[in-house]
């Protein structure tokens, strides 16, 4: 059996973390390693426990989880990371997946989804439903401007032509298995097109590849 995904909990609430430890024990392949009760004390912790995901809170009094996700994606080879609100998409989800995070789940979430969410972005996949990726983009689309949408297309103008399909499917929502399901492609291979995506478009995640062919018009 390979190691279990190490897990952080970064959560003001006490009864929170608790909580979330009871869930997550249930599976053999999670084991959390650690805990924080602020964003401040989440890079310390990162290093002390070495996790391959934190579940981190949004709101919390000292520093926001948008601002530790930040601090993490600064660190060399960071954590996954996946917010966890009380709100579906909002603001400050928004600004989390731009900071990188890797997505986004409700607290009211239940045991098998946030393990089914951690078990995914260990995979490479993004923690959005279809449904929550046209809320993402429909809040950025609000904001976009023509010269927003120029760059895109000019950012998108650097990719093979399967590299825009896969691109196009993943502002569609698809998991990993999903497109290569579509495109008659090996998980792998999706694995390494998606890296050379993200490289191409300078973005750190799938989401914000799903955001610029969006925005490039190649999910019209």
């Given at each position: 059996m390979s190691s279990?995904?190490?897990?952080?909990?970064?959560?003001?609430d006490p009864l929170v973390r608790a909580g979330l430890t009871l869930l997550l024990?249930?599976?053999e392949d999670v084991e959390v390693v650690g805990e924080a009760g602020d964003g401040d004390a989440v890079a310390e912790a990162v290093r002390d426990h070495g996790p391959h995901v934190?579940?981190?809170?949004?709101?919390?009094?000292?520093?926001?989880?948008?601002a530790a996700t930040e601090a993490l994606r600064r660190m060399p080879a960071p954590p996954h990371v996946i917010v966890l609100t009380t709100w579906d998409v909002d603001e400050a989800v928004v600004r989390s997946v731009q900071a990188g995070a890797s997505g986004y789940l409700l607290k009211s979430s239940s045991a098998d989804e946030i393990l089914g969410a951690i078990r995914a972005v260990?995979?490479?996949?993004?923690?959005?439903s279809p449904r929550s990726t046209r809320q993402l983009l429909d809040q950025w689309r609000q904001r976009d401007a023509g010269e927003a949408r120029d760059?895109?297309?000019?950012?998108?103008?650097?990719?093979?032509?399967?590299?825009?399909?896969?691109a196009r499917a993943v502002a569609e929502g698809l998991t990993n298995a999903e497109i290569g399901s579509r495109l008659y492609l090996a998980d792998a291979t999706v694995k390494s097109h998606l890296a050379s995506i993200q490289t191409k478009l300078g973005v750190r995640n799938r989401v914000?590849?799903?955001?610029?062919?969006?925005?490039?018009g190649l999910t019209a």
């Amino acid at each position: 059996m390979s190691s279990p995904i190490r897990v952080l909990l970064v959560d003001d609430d006490p009864l929170v973390r608790a909580g979330l430890t009871l869930l997550l024990g249930s599976s053999e392949d999670v084991e959390v390693v650690g805990e924080a009760g602020d964003g401040d004390a989440v890079a310390e912790a990162v290093r002390d426990h070495g996790p391959h995901v934190v579940l981190m809170d949004l709101r919390m009094p000292r520093m926001d989880g948008v601002a530790a996700t930040e601090a993490l994606r600064r660190m060399p080879a960071p954590p996954h990371v996946i917010v966890l609100t009380t709100w579906d998409v909002d603001e400050a989800v928004v600004r989390s997946v731009q900071a990188g995070a890797s997505g986004y789940l409700l607290k009211s979430s239940s045991a098998d989804e946030i393990l089914g969410a951690i078990r995914a972005v260990m995979a490479g996949d993004a923690v959005l439903s279809p449904r929550s990726t046209r809320q993402l983009l429909d809040q950025w689309r609000q904001r976009d401007a023509g010269e927003a949408r120029d760059r895109a297309r000019g950012a998108m103008g650097t990719l093979t032509g399967r590299e825009r399909d896969i691109a196009r499917a993943v502002a569609e929502g698809l998991t990993n298995a999903e497109i290569g399901s579509r495109l008659y492609l090996a998980d792998a291979t999706v694995k390494s097109h998606l890296a050379s995506i993200q490289t191409k478009l300078g973005v750190r995640n799938r989401v914000l590849v799903a955001v610029l062919a969006e925005r490039a018009g190649l999910t019209a």
